[in-house]
């Protein structure tokens, strides 16, 4: 099964705590400080694998964590950094915030990687808060916190060449007799059900094309099986814009050429922008031979072609299944693919890319806020959790830091404003305590 979109959600290794210990050796009278710092949480990261086609193991799994660090242990011994997690997808890829939507990374070669989730620092021991005037720190900092987003994984096909068109107008045809691909070919509508590649080889050169299957009216809004479809022509450099002008399906071949560009267009106008061909397949149809003689006699070729010229596009003449102009289209497709890389015209994807210098700083990080929840007033804020998880309760000094640290923020007196009074309860995090205003800096 081709699977070409997943939803996933990553979580980066937590930072680990730094440890709290004493030297305990003989001869060695008041031992100070020791205690070593936490190892880093491991990195959550996307790698591109050539050797993979498809999003399928993502169906499966949904959840992927990195390791977090070892904590620090005595005698000023470092944590053991949390080993990476490498998550390999399909060359082709894309990496999607799924909060912002914003693109983080687009994986397009082999080996191509990037870090979507940074692991947390880890924490300082307590031999590291050593001082003249505090000789024995009783107290460590925790680890830093891990990360964890949800992320879209989305793979388009990297082509050089799209074909497009309406079903069943010979796009597969077309496939198999210039490549050695062998799609499925049938004569009805969605033949082809996921897209196929093949590479065409031309003046000792080659270029890799994608038979994109049929797309209907309303493809741009998602009929039929339309953005399934429309998502994989984006990479393309050049469209092949293949058009039955037997009309052997009851539609007029005029109309089908609008209707594509008009999907098209309505989906993306960077598609539009591609240069296209035209293709007027199924010629031996109407019963015109290769001859340019046979073409000048054949009205509705040449009312086709007169209708598309006008418009700025060139049209050439073919039958897939005889081989008829398939050479010519392929060179003309050459070409124009020589001509964007020597002008340098292959400008990406153009999505709105994800700030990871904006995503790392967090402005609202050293906020502390209050609350009120009808039972307890609650206290919260990110630098503060960390600051919790540092403390040791046990030591005077650390306690205080704690609590000196809410009351700078200035949200006692907000909470006094909601009506806090001595003697109600205070929630910080898992543990609950009784305020009293004069008491407070004496607390614990």
């Not at 944590?79 to 397009?108: A, C, Q, W």
């Not at 209708?307 to 596009?313: H, S």
Request: glycine share 12%; net charge negative.
């Amino acid at each position: 099964m081709f699977v070409d979109r997943a939803t996933i959600t990553i979580k980066s290794g937590k930072g680990g705590d730094g440890a709290v210990t004493f030297r305990r050796e003989p001869f060695v009278p008041e031992g100070g400080p020791d205690g070593g710092d936490g190892g880093k949480g491991g990195d959550v990261i996307f790698m591109a694998d050539e050797n993979l086609r498809t999003l399928m193991d993502f169906r499966y799994k949904r959840k992927y964590e990195a390791e977090s660090g070892q904590n620090g242990m005595k005698k000023k011994r470092y944590g053991k950094n949390g080993e990476d997690l490498i998550i390999r997808v399909p060359v082709g890829t894309m990496v999607i915030d799924h909060e912002s939507d914003k693109v983080m990374m687009d994986l397009t070669e082999h080996g191509q990687s990037f870090v979507a989730a940074k692991g947390g620092k880890g924490g300082k021991g307590n031999a590291k808060y050593a001082t003249p005037t505090r000789q024995a720190p009783n107290f460590a900092e925790a680890g830093g916190f891990a990360k964890e987003r949800k992320v879209i994984l989305e793979m388009k096909l990297i082509a050089d060449v799209g074909l497009v068109g309406f079903p069943n107008v010979g796009k597969s045809s077309l496939l198999s007799v210039a490549t050695s691909a062998r799609p499925k070919v049938a004569n009805y509508h969605f033949t082809t059900i996921n897209p196929n590649l093949g590479v065409v080889q031309i003046y000792e050169n080659s270029f890799v094309m994608a038979d994109i299957a049929g797309i209907i009216e309303g493809a741009h809004q998602g009929a039929g099986l339309g953005h399934y479809f429309l998502k994989h022509i984006e990479r393309t450099k050049v469209l092949i814009h293949v058009v039955d002008v037997s009309g052997c399906e009851g539609r007029d071949p005029k109309e089908d050429f609008d209707k594509i560009n008009a999907e098209l267009g309505m989906y993306s106008e960077r598609l539009m922008n591609k240069p296209q061909i035209v293709v007027a397949n199924k010629i031996d149809v109407l019963g015109c031979g290769p001859d340019p003689e046979d073409l000048e006699i054949c009205d509705e070729y040449l009312q086709f072609k007169a209708y598309v010229e006008e418009k700025g596009y060139k049209v050439f003449p073919m039958s897939a299944p005889a081989g008829q102009g398939v050479a010519e289209v392929m060179a003309e497709a050459y070409r124009l693919l020589e001509e964007i890389k020597a002008n340098g015209e292959d400008e990406g994807l153009g999505y709105e890319m994800f700030d990871f210098e904006a995503d790392e700083y967090d402005p609202d990080y050293r906020n502390v806020y209050g609350d009120f929840d009808g039972k307890n007033y609650i206290i919260y804020g990110s630098q503060l959790e960390k600051i919790f998880n540092s403390t040791n309760f046990n030591d005077y000094g650390s306690r205080r830091y704690l609590f000196k640290y809410i009351e700078d923020s200035g949200v006692y007196d907000k909470l006094k404003e909601m009506g806090l009074e001595d003697g109600d309860t205070i929630k910080l995090f898992d543990t609950e305590f009784e305020y009293y205003d004069e008491e407070f800096d004496y607390f614990y």
